[in-house]
């Protein structure tokens, strides 16, 4: 096991870069570690100083198959010279990736549109089931990310997507998520009996025009905190919405390609949406991303009227190639789900240890550890959520925070990492934590 060294963040070389940012670009990107990466290998990154890191970002949730994995590498290196973009016109590489695809997923969905990003590819679904509808409104969740662009940014749930911005695309009707830890009711599950999907008649009663067409939900929220609803909650909102005759659109964009110990989330509770949105490991550091979706559905759209730029080409669409050979070859979904479970009860560990740790949630490589005063009130911490994550870098562990009030540490490890890789990111945590006691 490498032996990492205690650095000063930012080094000297990440100074300069940092400070160059600073006089050209915007001071509007995330929040992150002040560190300038360099280069990667697995779980490991570098930054222009020289210092190794484990990544528990995996590149901002995108980097499945771990930096530089060999065959995406190989991938992309044969297909460059040959063809990197062609608008609109198939190619071998993307007529072979879209059948691939299709073999993976749920048997309704039979079709698949490829596009370029995952804000792209919900935008699409969005348009596609509208059409098909023949309605405009459409049920989305607190907390919500679907993308930063208009249509999606019209069915947010997340104050950061929709303040300031003006009027959004009309037609989002917005409920409470299955956020036990922070419920909106203030009841407890299970006693709660799923209070928030039995609400939802009330809620659409009282708020709907009458023309709801469609539901988008993710089964994991990941800007909002890495929050996973109980078991059932998602397989009972299907049916809610089958039962009504909604269409329903899971965004999968940050949670499928093995993120949650299954090549789809959907899969731990065997739910069929009519829709499904793919990205970020889709690439595994290629933008690349879809729509799937029931022939049926696809038929409302006319040629041309779905159309990308970027989408599906033929670089791209050899990344996604390679994506899938590794899915399978290296049964990297079900290596993220014994991962998972190796880790799970070590964390649970650090929190009875620290009081300051108020919940803890995930499944597979994906969890969420949410930062609060220590005491009964739940309350968050951001500015501890900061400390940690910073003296964390110090020691050699990257790590990111999301949620509303930036409290939440995001653990989201390359599926290729190792039991040795987790102790050693689980000595820094337990490191950082008690000197912070």
Not at 200 to 210: F, M, R, V, Y
Not at 252 to 280: D, H, W
Not at 286 to 305: D, K, L, W
Request: proline share 7%.
């Amino acid at each position: 096991m490498t032996k990492l060294p205690y650095r000063t963040i930012p080094g000297p070389k990440s100074q300069e870069y940092l400070k160059t940012a600073a006089a050209c670009e915007p001071p509007c990107a995330a929040d992150q570690t002040p560190i300038v990466w360099d280069h990667g290998q697995g779980v490991w990154v570098w930054d222009v100083d020289g210092y190794p890191y484990i990544d528990f970002t995996s590149g901002v949730l995108v980097t499945n198959l771990g930096h530089n994995h060999p065959g995406l590498v190989k991938a992309i290196q044969e297909q460059a010279p040959r063809l990197m973009n062609t608008y609109s016109f198939p190619t071998p590489e993307r007529v072979t990736a879209s059948d691939r695809l299709v073999k993976t997923f749920p048997k309704n969905l039979d079709r698949v549109f490829m596009l370029s990003t995952g804000s792209e590819a919900t935008e699409a679904a969005l348009r596609v089931a509208r059409r098909y509808t023949g309605k405009q409104e459409v049920l989305s969740f607190f907390g919500g990310f679907h993308g930063r662009t208009y249509g999606a940014m019209g069915v947010a749930g997340s104050r950061g997507t929709r303040r300031g911005f003006g009027v959004p695309v009309p037609g989002g009707i917005v409920a409470p998520y299955g956020y036990c830890y922070r419920c909106f009711y203030e009841k407890t599950f299970p006693d709660c009996d799923m209070y928030c999907i039995k609400a939802l008649d009330q809620l659409i009663a009282s708020t709907s025009s009458g023309d709801l067409g469609t539901v988008i939900v993710e089964p994991y929220q990941g800007s909002a905190g890495f929050v996973f609803p109980p078991e059932g909650w998602l397989s009972a909102l299907a049916i809610w919405a089958k039962e009504r005759d909604l269409l329903l659109i899971i965004d999968e964009v940050q949670a499928s390609f093995g993120r949650t110990g299954c090549m789809y989330a959907i899969q731990q509770e065997g739910i069929e949406p009519n829709m499904l949105c793919l990205g970020k490991g889709m690439g595994s550091g290629i933008p690349a991303s879809a729509v799937a979706a029931e022939s049926r559905i696809f038929e409302c759209m006319s040629p041309g009227e779905l159309s990308s730029t970027w989408g599906g080409n033929p670089l791209a669409s050899a990344a996604v190639l390679a994506v899938l050979d590794a899915m399978e070859e290296e049964q990297l979904p079900e290596r993220a789900r014994k991962m998972g479970e190796y880790l799970k009860p070590r964390l649970m560990a650090l929190q009875q240890k620290y009081p300051f740790l108020g919940d803890i949630r995930g499944r597979g490589l994906v969890f969420g550890l949410e930062i609060v005063e220590p005491g009964e009130n739940k309350k968050p911490s951001p500015e501890l959520c900061s400390l940690i994550i910073h003296g964390a870098a110090e020691r050699g562990l990257l790590l990111g925070k999301v949620g509303q009030f930036g409290n939440i540490i995001r653990v989201a490890p390359p599926l290729v990492i190792l039991p040795e890789e987790l102790d050693q990111a689980l000595d820094i945590f337990n490191s950082v934590f008690a000197q912070l006691v």
